[in-house]
Nanobody, 121 residues
Framework: QVQLVESGGGLVQAGGSLRLSCAAS????????IGWYRQAPGKQRESVTT???????NYADSVKGRFTISRDNAKNTVYLQMNSLKSEDTAVYYC???????????????WGQGTQVTVSS
């Protein structure tokens, strides 16, 4: 199995920055894509950004130009640099990975436990 452990959440003032990290461990053959979702109170979980093994990225329109995702394939770690934070960015941020535990098995979805990000206005 694959475990995802997030870190780096916290409380920050509007306009500030935070950096989230997510380390994947366990029986990993490859991570096809990895990224971040978030869920604000009373709202559905939404995709924030993902990055493929080859480095292709996509971002939600609401975070383009403010958030940057990067990954270290050797460490099976993904980072999310969040700048110019707004109160509407307040949410629990979940790390997500589409990973294979063997070469020829289909990829499966894995989720972290989540880390709280609170932006005060």
């Amino acid at each position: 199995q694959v475990q995802l452990v997030e870190s780096g959440g916290g409380l920050v003032q509007a306009g500030g920055s935070l950096r989230l990290s997510c380390a994947a461990s366990g029986s990993i053959f490859s991570i096809d894509s990895i990224g971040w979702y978030r869920q604000a109170p009373g709202k559905q979980r939404e995709s924030v950004t993902t990055i493929t093994r080859g480095g292709f990225t996509n971002y939600a329109d609401s975070v383009k130009g403010r958030f940057t995702i990067s990954r270290d394939n050797a460490k099976n770690t993904v980072y999310l640099q969040m700048n110019s934070l707004k109160s509407e960015d307040t949410a629990v941020y979940y790390c997500y990975a589409e990973a294979r535990i063997y070469r020829y098995c289909p990829p499966r979805d894995y989720w972290g436990q989540g880390t709280q990000v609170t932006v005060s206005s």
